[in-house]
């Protein structure tokens, strides 16, 4: 796993934490009525974030703020594609940026910006896999994530006629034409197999194979790449459109990801034998502030609220998220965003996985 630091993380992590820094987290509603309902949402943030400058800070810099969150309505576009949107602002600070991840409405006014979802957006993206749908006629390679799958051209000829027209001296040694099919099918197999062993050796990425019961048999038989597929799908897919193709391996991507959240617990429960894991919010903070953090491990909803007393030392308790406009200093966002400027990486898990270390882990470099 490899921390991820993408060009809109790097601009809010280096933006310079200067009073008010205003953040605000919108969902794009997917009902009808989708722009008029998220205008109504975005004008009550507004006016929720311009009540609380006015009353806690002078003029100018509240009327600096929201001169530059007004900058960014104005270019804000509601994108039917997207699932969100992130505003940015400081008297010396502006940003928006599109969510693909489902997100909550939150609105913080704090000493620097909120950037879990920005991190979470970032990490969705960043996790890939292959999808090769095998047939009779023809093969297809598709990169997948969270939020997209596109084909793949491969370098190999991908349909069977291709290797029917490459051999046409050979059909006489075949006295059954579909003997003669048959060996091609295979030809067609171990030639994209042989792609996929090139594709796998570049990136190292899971793979989905589908196909008919009997195409998945000679798959089987003859790949080298058995040890990398993460599972079989049985089914013809060739006439359905790529959104379709999400909707129907959707549990097998989903499947998938909950092996890869078991084994975050696996490495945490090593961590612990070995006694390199931090628990809770408190021992987690302190050890990031101190830089023994390699790994956070959190559950993606969790916050825990409190200020920050004097330098390294925060004053926090955890916090349920009733009041969907919080103002609320999260901790948690804090440690995700120390972590990652010192080199660690950051890792979310479904809500209540990590009951039992208190909803947040640390693994470090060394007890």
């Known amino acids: 796993m490899l921390p991820i630091i993408n060009d809109d993380l790097t601009l809010l992590m280096n933006a310079v934490h200067y009073r008010p820094a205003v953040s605000i987290i919108l969902p794009f509603h997917t009902k009808t009525n989708l722009a008029s309902e998220f205008q109504h949402s975005l004008k009550f943030a507004m006016n929720e974030v311009e009540r609380k ?12 703020v929201m001169n530059k969150l007004h900058h ?40 620097s910006f909120e950037i879990r979802d920005i991190v979470y957006d970032a990490k969705e ?108 799908i049985e089914g013809n897919y060739f006439d359905k459109s ?40 408190e021992q987690v903070w302190n050890d990031i502030y101190n830089k023994k953090g390699r790994l956070l491990v959190v559950e993606k909803d969790f916050i825990a609220s409190g200020e920050h007393v004097n330098d390294g030392f925060v004053f926090y308790k955890p916090t349920s998220t009733e009041n969907k406009y919080s103002y609320m200093h999260d901790v948690v966002d804090d440690a995700i965003e120390l972590i990652l400027t010192n080199g660690g990486d950051v890792a979310f898990v479904e809500n209540g996985l990590l009951d039992s270390y208190d909803h947040i882990a640390l693994i470090k470099y060394y007890p």
């Open 53 to 64: 400058l006015s009353a806690e800070y002078p003029f100018e810099q509240a009327i600096t």
């Open 242 to 281: 790529l959104n379709q193709l999400q909707q129907i391996i959707q549990p097998f991507i989903q499947e998938w990801r909950r092996r890869r959240q078991l084994n975050l617990l696996q490495q945490i429960e090593e961590a612990a034998n070995q006694k390199k894991l931090a628990v809770g919010m």
């Open 72 to 111: 960014l309505t104005d270019k804000l576009e509601v994108n039917k594609n997207k699932k969100g949107v992130a505003l940015f602002a400081s008297p010396i600070f502006e940003k928006l940026i599109y969510l693909n991840v489902d997100v909550e409405p939150k609105t913080v006014v704090e000493e």
């Open 125 to 232: 993206s960043q996790v890939h896999y292959l999808l090769l749908m095998l047939g009779g006629d023809k093969c297809q390679l598709f990169l997948g994530n969270h939020f997209h799958l596109l084909p793949v051209k491969m370098q190999v000829p991908s349909t069977l006629e291709d290797y029917i027209n490459d051999a046409p001296q050979r059909v006489t040694n075949f006295s059954d034409p579909d003997a003669f099919k048959e060996a091609q099918v295979e030809k067609l197999i171990r030639s994209v197999d042989k792609e996929l062993s090139n594709t796998l050796h570049e990136h190292k990425l899971p793979v989905f194979v589908a196909g008919s019961k009997s195409i998945l048999g000679v798959f089987k038989s003859i790949s080298h790449n058995e040890k990398r597929i993460e599972q079989y």
